[in-house]
């Protein structure tokens, strides 16, 4: 018994004719009474009681009819979830992203399910070289990072720059004057900064501008997850530098944050995949809402 055979019993028994179940197959009658009279030599039973041209269903051509329906609305269904898997509509979408840059994804993963309602999502977190081994190793298909990143082996969008911000517990505040401080506002102050698990990154970047300003700053702490640095300040262990973009996430009534008026420093930051990867459409039409 295969689906060709199930397709044709079920449109006879749909029909009660094998004359209108042939038309309505666009086949002739006599291979269909042919395949008719397999399937119930195979089964070993009669699957229905001919009264002149009208077929009615026995006991066992009703389990087979119910049994039958149901595999071949499966089938139906199969197809119609593959085709759109492949069009893009239909499937789960893998994403990798460095926590501070989180801020780009809430409004355009909304956006996304918005026309897209049957893509679901699977989000990873980790630090840029963190997310750019994930999309190499195939774990997830983009990555948001922060740059630098080595990119030989990934195509990417670059994302806006953003402004760093001094953060500072409410009752630990620099002294300064309206409502930016200057790099040396971090002088005396225990540093909380972002460091990478491996490579080159904002860590580095931070401590160069401070040099740039005469001094060596205190690093009280490093820590590749900005929520822990950020848990840290709010209970006033000391301050931090993080792009702006950061706070959207993670909101304390204990936290203040300072644009830095005299930083030459920018966040960077970029939307990557895997060059010469074949990207599921539903990543292609995820990437078309950043450019």
């Known amino acids: 018994m295969d689906i060709k055979q199930l397709k044709y019993f079920y449109a ?23 395949q008719l009279k397999s399937l119930e030599t195979e089964l070993g039973v009669t699957l229905f009681d001919r009264n002149g041209r009208t077929m009615e269903l026995t006991q066992a051509g009703t389990v087979l009819f119910e049994k039958a329906e149901r595999i071949l609305n499966e089938i139906e269904e199969i197809r119609v979830e593959v085709k759109e898997s492949n069009e893009g509509l239909r499937g789960k ?49 983009l990555g948001i990072v922060r740059l630098p990143l080595e990119m ?12 760093y911000v001094g953060v500072f517990h409410q009752n630990a505040l620099p002294n300064q004057h309206g409502r930016a401080v200057s790099m040396t506002a971090f002088k005396h102050v225990p540093l909380l900064l972002l460091h990478r698990v491996s490579g080159a990154g904002q860590y580095e970047m931070i401590l160069e501008e401070c040099k740039k300003h005469g001094f060596e700053p205190t690093v009280l702490c490093e820590c590749p997850d900005v929520s822990m640095l950020l848990a840290l300040v709010a209970k006033g262990v000391g301050a931090t530098i993080v792009p702006r973009s950061t706070l959207l ?13 005299n930083a030459e420093v920018r966040a960077k930051s970029a939307l990557i995949w895997l060059k010469h990867r074949h990207l599921s459409k539903q990543a292609r039409r995820f990437v078309e809402g950043f450019r």
Do not use: W
């Open 12 to 34: 006879i028994a749909s029909e009660g004719q094998i004359t209108r179940a042939a038309k309505k197959l666009h086949m002739a009658q006599p291979p269909l009474s042919q």
């Open 93 to 141: 979408l893998a994403i990798g992203t460095v926590k501070s840059c989180f801020s780009y994804l809430p409004e355009r993963i909304r956006d996304f399910r918005h026309n897209y309602p049957a893509v679901s999502f699977l989000l990873r977190d980790g630090d840029s070289y963190q997310i750019g081994e994930l999309v190499k190793s195939r774990v997830v298909e």
């Open 152 to 163: 030989r082996e990934f195509d990417h969008i670059r994302l806006q720059d953003e402004e």
């Open 249 to 261: 996430s993670f909101q304390s009534p204990d936290l203040v944050a300072f644009p830095i008026k």
